[in-house]
T-cell receptor, first 114, second 115 residues
Framework: AQSVTQLDSQVPVFEEAPVELRCNYS??????LFWYVQYPNQGLQLLLK??????LVKGINGFEAEFNKSQTSFHLRKPSVHISDTAEYFC????????????FGGGTRLMVKP | NAGVTQTPKFQVLKTGQSMTLQCAQD?????MSWYRQDPGMGLRLIHY???????DQGEVPNGYNVSRSTTEDFPLRLLSAAPSQTSVYFC??????????????FGPGTRLTVL
């Protein structure tokens, strides 16, 4: 079984400042890693995912994440946030070659202030 | 493509009532699933399907039934609604069901309140 912990439930930040949203996971097998974003009153959409290869993954809207196997982390970063980045962000994992079931973290609400 | 569609968007039920949440996708995806979203708990998997005629339970299946008679549709049935089922429900689909890290596409959600 897998579990995902998002260490911050809310992250307030000023516009144009950098941000890091933290994600740690636990699993007895190898996993794929995902970050999804949920804008207010909408469904989730994929920001980026790590399947294999380079541990630095670039996604949409200027976000990137780094997979750290030794620390079992997959932190999401953006060098300069905009008001439009205000949303809830979910980290998720799925086990390799074992179905598409996603295990989600509890979510981090990013609040960008002018 | 409409993508993943869900109806209704909002629903209020009384305890003990039954209802069906509809989910459809027009992308010919093999895999479909239902999640519920509760504050601070992220999304939790209720049921999933790897193809027409094949369904299986997820993490929180109690009180819910599913069936998949076609590739496109994956309805979720609440048999006897309880206040604990008050939640936002999301349907999702992905192209292949083999566990290769396929992106899952989510519908807009159904907000259900059980009184």
């Amino acid at each position: 079984a897998q579990s995902v912990t998002q260490l911050d439930s809310q992250v307030p930040v000023f516009e144009e400042a950098p941000v890091e949203l933290r994600c740690n996971y636990s699993s007895s097998v190898s996993v794929y890693l995902f970050w999804y974003v949920q804008y207010p009153n909408q469904g989730l959409q994929l920001l980026l995912k790590y399947l294999s290869g380079s541990t630095l993954v670039k996604g949409i809207n200027g976000f990137e994440a780094e997979f750290n196997k030794s620390q079992t982390s997959f932190h999401l970063r953006k060098p300069s946030v905009h008001i439009s980045d205000t949303a809830e962000y979910f980290c998720a994992v799925s086990a390799l070659n074992a179905g598409n079931m996603l295990t989600f973290g509890g979510g981090t609400r990013l609040m960008v202030k002018p | 493509n409409a993508g993943v569609t869900q109806t209704p968007k909002f629903q209020v039920l009384k305890t003990g009532q039954s209802m069906t949440l509809q989910c459809a996708q027009d992308m010919n995806h093999e895999y479909m699933s239902w999640y519920r979203q509760d504050p601070g708990m992220g999304l939790r998997l209720i049921h999933y399907s790897v193809g027409a005629g094949i369904t299986d339970q997820g993490e929180v299946p109690n009180g819910y039934n599913v069936s998949r008679s076609t590739t496109e549709d994956f309805p979720l049935r609440l048999l006897s609604a309880a206040p604990s089922q008050t939640s936002v429900y999301f349907c999702a689909s992905s192209y292949k069901a083999g566990g290769f890290g396929d992106t899952q596409y989510f519908g807009p959600g159904t907000r259900l309140t059980v009184l």
